[in-house]
């Protein structure tokens, strides 16, 4: 098995798709590599999945990965792993490329990891796992994606414990390639196979759902159900197998099994599952914290104490997730309502599944604050024994001092209150109105495109800016993006491909290639162009970055099925042949006892084989029976002489009376005596009598 071993020492440090710069490699697989990697853009780290070699090199591998990723990265949700930026990046040194995809650094680990360690989740924890893969299922099954592989090694966690399904896009590509290699699929490629799948068919929505009760039955118990110890055994022990249901199951028996029917048609949609998932959570108590294996330690700042009575606990923003606001009141983020019941709506819409629970606000604390008493609290000291006498003028200063500190405490409260902008780029309009909302300001919003915020509704920048002071009462302007700048749409057409993908990538769109075949147009050539979504669009309009754009390329002219032409005179076969641009050339001359003169004996290719247009029928002509003349034999020759005519005329002899040296008397073939002139096959047998 050939593996592109992408050793750390020749491959850190490399800028992979001009901005990703490879730190260290987290793991390696015999099909891809994830690499630990620093945007060097954006400012911050990611994880980049390199594909090996032997999966590149496979047929049809990057125009697949490019189509399933052009519609995958437009998925987004809480539930899957956020698709930064994926492509296919021509190495440095000259090596071979590799396709690449781009995502979220996640700090928890896989379910993969916790299962190796022989950790076994509880029903609560199971469950709670399940809804969070049905939302994330659920919203791209809508989107008419299938991820085609769920199994534990695809499902991570970031450090908050909410589960994430990696490699949508990516997987569905993956698998037919490594499906398609020399010896079929490895067993443990195969061990959360759907049925259908392992019957040939392609996976679909419902196959995922399949994947998904067997990972979550082998969390509950350790073992795989119908797994065996090698691929064609264990995909053939699905097959039409119902789910064992056994006691380990506990009260997701009847769910699991539901979800890893045999028939498709019986198996529950990522919608439908969730909602069962509900009905059980209701008689199953609040999960423990899940037992991740953190791959990377989580980013902390250490800031210098400070005075205030206050200290900010909040948890920091790597361990939070940055698409929702932090809560300003202690309460459970979840799917359940406070009396356990189930959001239906929630996660028909994609809805976010995690489980965070917070302590309740105790005595002396403020949500998600601790109060630290100040040493000016401190337990007053006993009063005087002995009362001492004051000075007569004390008393009227002492009215004095506090009728200026009044007026004071009463500018002071009566003052209109200034706030600090906060720092809003890049945070979503809704959730940036929310925060300015307490601060009583006038806000309006204006949009503009962005590439700095290409997220339509992101807050691109505010007046004032962040940091500064704004009264209440102020007039606050948010900008927010409506998109990214539009590109115009080059025209390509007739272009070669190669250079109509550079163009196109360039400018920023994300083309995908089909082929047709094309009697004139030359091949790799693009024929026509155009926009999936909305075809009206031409060259010259203005679209926005990452359009998908199919390009229509020649394939060339069609091959063509060799017809059948053994029989036919040569003539009437180069008449049959007029048209498809096939071409008969003799080759070979052969004598045959059964076939007449002229008649095709054989050819090559063979009947229902392609060539090439002008592509050549080699083929074996006839020359009919091979036939001698029987010559004349002198009278009273010796049998020796006569011997030596025959035979150097073709035929063989054969004494049948007589001496070898006598003279003959009788010549005969067949019983009857040949005529000089006479024609007979090569090598008949002549029958002498000699005296």
């Known amino acids: 098995m050939e593996i592109d071993p992408l050793e750390p020492e020749t491959r850190l440090n490399e800028l992979v798709g001009g901005r990703y710069r490879l730190k260290s490699f987290i793991a390696k697989g015999s099909a891809v590599s994830i690499a630990d990697a620093w945007d060097e853009r954006d400012q911050r780290p990611v994880l980049v999945r390199l594909i090996r070699r032997r999966i590149m090199t496979s047929p049809g591998f990057v125009h697949s990965f490019r189509t399933a990723m052009s519609s995958a990265a437009l998925v987004s949700h809480p539930n899957l792993i956020a698709i930064f930026d994926w492509g296919v990046h021509e190495r440095s040194d000259g090596s071979p490329p590799t396709a690449y995809v781009v995502t979220e650094r996640l700090e928890g680990g896989s379910l993969r990891d916790i299962l190796d360690r022989g950790r076994r989740l509880s029903y609560s924890q199971a469950l709670q796992l399940g809804l969070d893969l049905c939302h994330g299922l659920a919203e791209a099954h809508r989107q008419g994606q299938v991820h085609g592989e769920v199994t534990p090694s695809k499902i991570v966690f970031g450090a908050d414990g909410r589960a994430r399904l990696v490699d949508l896009g990516l997987a569905a590509p993956m698998h037919s390639a490594l499906w398609s290699l020399d010896g079929g699929p490895e067993n443990h490629m195969v061990l959360y196979t759907a049925p259908e799948v392992a019957e040939g068919k392609p996976a679909t929505s419902l196959s995922d759902i399949y994947g998904l009760g067997l990972v979550l039955v082998e969390a509950l118990t350790g073992t795989v159900p119908f797994s065996t110890d090698s691929a064609a055994a264990t995909l053939r022990a699905r097959i039409g197998r119902l789910l064992p249901v056994t006691a380990d199951l506990g009260p997701l028996a009847q769910v699991l099994e539901h979800a890893a029917r045999p028939t498709v048609d019986e198996r529950a949609s990522a919608v439908e599952l969730g909602l069962e998932f509900v009905g059980v959570a209701r008689r199953l108590p609040r999960p423990e914290p899940l037992p991740l294996v953190m791959s990377f330690e989580p980013e902390t700042v250490v800031e210098p104490e400070s005075e205030p009575a206050e200290r900010d606990v909040t948890p920091p923003a790597s361990l939070t997730t940055p698409s929702q606001p932090q809560p300003s009141e202690p309460h459970e983020a979840s799917t359940t309502d406070a009396d356990g019941s189930f959001d239906a709506d929630e996660l028909t819409t994609g809805g976010a599944s995690t489980t965070i629970a917070s302590k309740p606000a105790q005595e002396g604390e403020s949500a998600g604050r601790l109060t630290v008493a100040s040493p000016a609290q401190a ?313």
């Open 379 to 691: 337990v007053p000291s006993p009063a005087r024994t002995a009362t001492a006498r004051r000075p007569r003028w004390v008393v009227p200063v002492a009215a004095l001092v506090a009728v200026v500190v009044g007026v004071l405490a009463a500018r002071v409260l009566l003052a209109t209150p200034v706030y600090e902008v906060p720092a809003l780029s890049g945070v979503a309009q809704a959730e940036a109105l929310n925060i300015v909302t307490p601060f009583a300001w006038e806000v309006s919003v204006t949009t503009e495109r962005s590439d700095d915020q290409p997220t339509a509704g992101a807050v691109i920048r505010t007046n004032p800016g962040a940091g500064e002071q704004l009264r209440e009462g102020g007039i606050f302007t948010l900008v927010v993006s409506e998109g990214p700048i539009l590109r115009e749409l080059p025209e390509v057409t007739a272009m070669q491909g190669a250079d109509a993908l550079d163009i196109l990538d360039s400018a920023g769109f994300q083309p995908f290639t089909e082929i047709v075949y094309n009697e004139v147009i030359e091949i790799g050539e693009v024929i026509s162009w155009e926009i999936p979504d909305d075809p009206a669009i031409q060259a010259g309009d203005s679209v926005e970055p990452g359009t998908l754009i199919r390009l229509v390329l020649s394939g060339g002219p069609a091959p063509r099925e060799v017809p059948n032409i053994v029989g036919l005179i040569v003539g009437v076969a180069r008449a049959q042949l007029v048209g498809t641009g096939l071409r008969i050339v003799e080759v070979e001359e052969v004598y045959d006892d059964e076939t007449e003169t002229g008649l095709i004996l054989s050819q090559s290719p063979q009947p229902g084989e392609f060539l090439e247009r002008g592509g050549v029928l080699e083929v074996a002509v006839s020359l009919g029976p091979n036939l001698i003349a029987f010559p004349s034999v002198p009278a009273n020759s010796s049998f020796e002489d006569v011997q030596q005519l025959l035979t150097d005329a073709g035929f063989t002899v054969e004494l049948i009376l007589g001496a070898a040296d006598g003279d003959v008397e009788e010549i005969t073939i067949d019983g009857e005596r040949p005529t000089p002139g006479d024609e007979f096959p090569n090598g008949t047998q002549v029958d002498i009598v000699a005296a």
